[in-house]
């Protein structure tokens, strides 16, 4: 005999921007996914410092929209050019 119980598994229903949370998701990918928990085609800004670092044990990580993203790039292009 089997015996069943109910059970409540938390699945991810979205990824937002962590600078303007908006969804990160393409909509026509929304609606095919049930757990969108290994979604990783996205920008994401990932740092880990380890020993010898000044942040020693220091990690980030921020998903971005792609309009962040984009702003992100300027950002970097800019600072690039104040470089050189
Ligand atoms: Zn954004």
Known sequence: MKKEAP???MV?????CDICNE???????MQHSDDLNSFSE????IASFGY???????????DL???CFDQLLVSIEGLRMGKT
Not at 42 to 45: E, K, N, R, W
Not at 52 to 62: N, T
């Open 23 to 29: 969804s990160v998701i393409p909509s026509a990918r």
């Open 7 to 9: 059970t409540t598994t």
């Open 42 to 45: 996205h920008a994401q800004l």
């Open 12 to 16: 991810v229903k979205d990824i937002c």
């Open 65 to 67: 929209c792609e309009d």
């Open 52 to 62: 010898g670092s000044k942040r020693d044990g220091d990690k980030f990580h921020y």
